[in-house]
RNA sequence: UCCCCGAUAGCUCAAUGGUAGAGCAACCGGCUGUUAACCGGUAGGUUGUAGGUUCGAAUCCUACUCGGGGAGCCA
């Protein structure tokens, strides 16, 4: 069956067209229908005259919504009805009429929404989120693609926690212990030294009870690593890629952003380089703003809030502690009570967007910090052995997509950002 | 794991110790340009579960169940 797309109306007007999709509502009075259907590109609103095609007319009055259909008709524009086009319709065909449908267009509560999730995303709102989140992954894998950045999957099921500190998924693989991973980080120096420079993009699962509006079970991460990449490379790496995201949303989903009411000119506004700051400056500003603080103390999500909203554009605070940062991370040679890694921080409260750093080439130091943070050393042998073999310097980091899609669309939680949300509590539908 | 909050019609909510109600959705009818259309009508309830206080409980108390927000941890 040729059909268009509602978003191409536009191309065919005056002509007589076929548009296939689902009723999104109607409205009636006795002499004329307006249907309004949905496909996925768009609304578009289909007009029925009862004296013109009575049959078509008591046909379409018996359609419920959510029903799918295929309608007939001739375009024109039409400026009072939604999308700018509209169909005199022709022909009307009924594919499967639906049920009494449980979402109306009135308001909903989140539990009755996420409740019936599969049917949530139908509506325009969570439309335009999906679209959105589809073209910040298109633009991030363009933007390594076009930085010599090969793309290495990483592995979904380890046989060890990557860095020994968070609760993980465990699985019986065939008898033995298994995990889902909580991130591809460690491979990930692995394919760096096979390739150069090498991204992942893939699920990661953490097991802790979290309960947040920042927080899935179960969220997607966009890893690079980079051989000879310094901390300072990676910064630069890291803030070429959100702006790159941020410009290509700008460019190709404008109208996503409009209808969820974000202010777009906040994500006009943003400029490189990002604003740099160490931890020791960070910890600085907090005191100039009040809060108690000492230094060696790792960052709550209030710090974050107030640190971000001091900033019109992300913020990297670099330059942590080495007690509070992972075993893996490259001391400062010109301080080694921090290290060469760093957070970027999104703004208007959205938290931690990225966290990356250069990790340690040097054998002898990686041995010293597995042995210092109590992890199964065999369980490295294989990460080790990347020191041994050609070590050389090198940095990556992890982008965390649902809270990057809840920052562009200003969204007040990340389980909107996702398809189908794993949450505490909550693994339905 | 801890702290706070919530559960009443299919949905969103009201009823603050005294006869459980409204709007929307559904169904029936009306309306020739609707925009979450509108107008009239019909139907719809073991007030999350269990117990307690009381002449009387949706309302007060206890426990439980389910869920929401936050902390910690993190992206």
């Given at each position: 069956m040729q059909s268009i797309l509602i978003k191409h109306l536009g191309k065919h007007v005056g002509e007589e067209v076929t548009v296939q999709g689902w009723l999104y509502n109607k409205r009636s009075s006795g002499k004329i229908q307006f249907l309004i259907v949905r496909d996925g590109t768009g609304l578009v609103q289909g007009v029925l005259v009862k004296k013109e095609a009575p049959e078509l007319f008591d046909l379409a009055k018996g359609i419920t919504q959510e029903s799918s259909i295929r309608v007939k008709g001739i375009v024109r524009e039409e400026p009072r009805s939604v999308g700018g086009y509209e169909l005199t319709v022709t022909g009307l065909e009924v594919i499967s009429m639906a049920e009494e449908?449980?979402?109306?267009?009135?308001?909903?509560?989140?539990?009755?929404?996420?409740?019936?999730?599969?049917?949530?995303?139908?509506?325009?709102?969570?439309?335009?989120?999906?679209?959105?989140?589809?073209?910040?992954?298109?633009?991030?894998?363009?933007?390594?693609?076009?930085?010599?950045?090969?793309?290495?999957?990483?592995?979904?099921?380890?046989?060890?926690?990557?860095?020994?500190?968070?609760?993980?998924?465990?699985?019986?693989?065939?008898?033995?212990?298994?995990?889902?991973?909580?991130?591809?980080?460690?491979?990930?120096?692995?394919?760096?030294?096979?390739?150069?420079?090498?991204?992942?993009?893939?699920?990661?699962?953490?097991?802790?009870?979290?309960?947040?509006?920042?927080?899935?079970?179960?969220?997607?991460?966009?890893?690079?690593?980079?051989?000879?990449?310094?901390?300072?490379?990676?910064?630069?790496?890291?803030?070429?890629?959100?702006?790159?995201?941020?410009?290509?949303?700008?460019?190709?989903?404008?109208?996503?952003?409009?209808?969820?009411?974000?202010?777009?000119?906040?994500?006009?506004?943003?400029?490189?380089?990002?604003?740099?700051?160490?931890?020791?400056?960070?910890?600085?500003?907090?005191?100039?703003?009040?809060?108690?603080?000492?230094?060696?103390?790792?960052?709550?999500?209030?710090?974050?809030?107030?640190?971000?909203?001091?900033?019109?554009?992300?913020?990297?605070?670099?330059?942590?502690?080495?007690?509070?940062?992972?075993?893996?991370?490259?001391?400062?040679?010109?301080?080694?009570?921090?290290?060469?890694?760093?957070?970027?921080?999104?703004?208007?409260?959205?938290?931690?967007?990225?966290?990356g750093g250069q990790r340690i080439d040097d054998l002898k130091l990686l041995e010293q910090r597995i042995e210092e943070h109590k992890l199964p050393r065999e369980a490295f042998e294989w990460y080790l052995d990347l020191r041994r073999y050609g070590s050389v310097p090198h940095s990556g980091f992890g982008l965390g997509l649902e809270r990057t899609v809840a920052w562009i669309c200003k969204l007040d939680h990340v389980r909107e950002t996702i398809p189908f949300p794993r949450m505490l509590y909550r693994v339905y539908p």
């Open positions: 449908y449980p979402i109306s267009h009135k308001e909903h509560g989140v539990d009755f929404l996420m409740d019936r999730r599969h049917l949530w995303i139908r509506t325009p709102r969570q439309n335009a989120i999906l679209r959105i989140r589809a073209e910040i992954e298109q633009a991030a894998r363009d933007f390594f693609h076009q930085n010599d950045f090969t793309l290495v999957d990483s592995p979904i099921i380890t046989p060890a926690a990557c860095e020994g500190t968070t609760t993980l998924f465990e699985l019986d693989y065939h008898g033995e212990k298994a995990y889902l991973s909580q991130s591809g980080q460690l491979y990930n120096e692995a394919s760096a030294m096979a390739v150069g420079r090498m991204y992942c993009f893939g699920p990661t699962f953490r097991a802790e009870k979290s309960k947040t509006r920042r927080h899935l079970m179960e969220f997607w991460m966009i890893e690079a690593e980079a051989a000879f990449f310094d901390h300072e490379d990676n910064m630069k790496l890291q803030e070429e890629l959100v702006y790159f995201i941020i410009q290509r949303v700008l460019e190709r989903r404008r109208k996503d952003l409009e209808f969820l009411g974000r202010d777009i000119s906040k994500l006009e506004a943003i400029q490189l380089p990002f604003p740099r700051l160490s931890y020791t400056e960070a910890v600085e500003l907090l005191k100039s703003k009040g809060e108690e603080f000492e230094w060696g103390q790792d960052f709550g999500a209030p710090h974050e809030t107030i640190i971000s909203e001091s900033f019109d554009a992300p913020v990297f605070i670099h330059r942590f502690p080495a007690e509070i940062k992972a075993f893996y991370m490259k001391p400062d040679p010109e301080d080694p009570r921090v290290v060469l890694g760093a957070d970027l921080i999104a703004p208007e409260g959205y938290g931690e967007m990225i966290g």
